[in-house]
């Protein structure tokens, strides 16, 4: 007789290596940050204790199902994320943080709840009080005044749809978004500091020209090599500058940034100021020293948007880091359609599912209330079908659902009109559910529709829904002449994205954002916050630019909507 062993005898087992993502720190390249100590260590309402703070050891593993049986050869090294959360040392002093937030492309339902919690949570967890709110998308870094944000400001903005801040599609523009950022004081460039150099020189030519070549010589001379031309005693911040007295500006040298030299009418100054000037270089040349400038306000950038944002964000991220700028940068994925991948869903999508239901709810009442009749509710989902899977399951009066990860046709047996045709037969009454971008190669179009692209680059999809419905009408005339039929068409695409979000979608928003701070705030940068396996996690925002979420029509869930709608797999034999 074999040997067996009982099910519950306990065995050993030995998992593959783990391969840790790499995350991007600022110290990777500005390798002498100060550290300071995380302000949640006083903060009243927290008290940390022992496994309160993030280790770099916490990881959060990809995959957390494995078959043991060595049936499967094992695979590449198991994936692991960062864990997300606070760190006991942070790498930025909020009293000099100037943190921007900006909102990129369609709308989703929770929008304004994360913006109010990063709000919130910069200022009450970090103090931080320099927090901006960039309008119109990504061209609003340059062509708009940043919005100052408060907790009193944003306190009721989680009760609102869409965004405050305003979106938009399209106008990345690298070089003009990086300079903004720079120009408009959300950063602290580690190499370039712009300064105003304030001279007192008298009227007379001859003596205004041998004075700026004695400045410049010393300039030269001490600091020959360094960005810009610097010199101690009467620098003055451009906001400082006397705007009283009359004065005349050039700029010298050709490097970033120029120097601009004042002429002011004080003689009796000049000799005891070059003097000074003088001094001051010799005694900083000859102790080693070096110039430095006031405290500089550093900068944190959130960007909230889908993967064309993203894919933008890392483009950003990758200039920043080229001009190595002390600056953070974290992703909040945005897709009201939930094809954002790795992450286990994104924000606003379960009260997206939510809402599908009323427009489902709407097509069954009409479809029963008519003699033959269909409800066709057109739901979002360009790439994937996860709203209109989810809604199916959720509804169960849905008789069809068509997703643009699984084709079907129209004519002949096995297709939709054949399926329809007897679940009339049978019920009297109809409701197909279809995802925007199902069916869109059936579709007739022009070259220039073939064409055509919104301001994000993205193929314009034609209405689904109208096409069908038309189609509909057309099968029944021909096939069911002279008898009742009726298609009510229902499209509640704005309805479904522009609802504020619901009680889970809220809470889901603010553990986001908080994620997003601490990771920021830890000196953490071109990532993305969000949950892997139930457990907030950090991903390098390239990785999930490029990671797409579809619906697995091979799995179980799929299976599980067939089963309810009895809908045919549109295989044709």
Known sequence: MADSKPENQKESFSFMPI?????????????????????????????PSDGFYISPSDVIPRDIV?????????????????????????????????????TCGGLCPGLNTVIRELVVGLWDLYGVRQIFGVTAGYRGFYTTEPVPLNPKMVHNWHKRGGTVLVTSRGGFDLEKIVNAI????????????????????????????????????????????????????????????????????????????????????????????????????????????????????????????????????????????????NIGVSGIPKTVDNDVGIIDRSFGFQTAVETAQQAINAAHVEA??????????????????????????????????????????????????????????????????????????????????????????????????????????????????????????????YMIRAVPANATDNLYCTLLAHSAIHGVMAGYTGFVSGPVNGNYAYIPVAEVAQAKNVVNTRDHKWAWVRSITNQPDFVKS
């Open 182 to 325: 720079e120009d408009r004081g959300f950063n602290q460039v580690v190499k370039e500091v712009w300064f105003y150099f304030l001279l007192h020189i008298g009227n007379d030519l001859f003596l205004i020209l041998s004075k700026l070549l004695i400045l410049l010589a010393f300039n030269s001379v001490f600091f020959a090599g360094r960005s810009g031309r610097r010199l101690f005693g009467v620098i003055r911040r451009g906001s400082d500058l006397d705007t009283q007295t009359e004065t005349q500006s050039i700029r010298l040298g050709g490097s970033r940034p120029p120097v601009a030299v004042r002429f002011f009418s004080v003689p009796s100054k000049i000799l005891w100021e070059l003097l000074i000037l003088l001094a001051v270089n010799v005694i900083s040349v000859s102790s080693g020293g070096s110039l430095s400038s006031p405290p500089s306000d550093s900068s944190l950038v959130y960007i909230i948007g889908g993967d064309g944002t993203l894919r933008g964000a890392v483009k950003i991220f990758d200039e920043i880091c080229r001009r190595k700028l």
């Open 19 to 47: 391969n840790v993502q790499n995350l991007t720190h600022l110290t990777d390249y500005l390798p002498n940050l100060q550290t300071f100590t995380n302000p949640l260590e006083h903060n009243q309402f927290y008290h």
């Open 368 to 493: 029963e209330s008519a003699v033959n009749g269909i409800g066709l509710v057109k739901l979002m989902g360009r790439s994937t079908g996860h709203i209109a899977l989810h809604a199916t399951l959720s509804s169960r009066d849905v008789d069809c659902c068509l997703i643009p990860e699984n084709e079907f046709y129209l004519e002949g047996k096995g297709g939709l009109f054949d399926f329809l045709g007897r679940r009339l037969k049978e019920n009297g009454h109809a409701v197909v559910v279809v995802a925007e971008g199902a069916g869109q190669d059936m579709i007739p179009r022009s070259a220039a529709q073939k064409e055509e692209r919104d301001e994000s680059g993205n193929p314009v999809f034609l209405d689904v829904g109208g096409w069908l419905k038309s189609e509909l009408n057309h099968w029944w005339a021909r096939d069911h002449a002279g008898e009742l039929f009726a298609v009510k068409y229902i499209d509640p695409t």
């Open 66 to 102: 494995y078959d043991l049986s060595g049936t499967f050869p094992e695979t590449s090294p198991q994936l692991a994320y960062h864990r997300a959360g606070p760190r006991k040392q942070i790498f930025f002093d909020p009293s000099h943080v100037r943190a921007a937030i900006v």
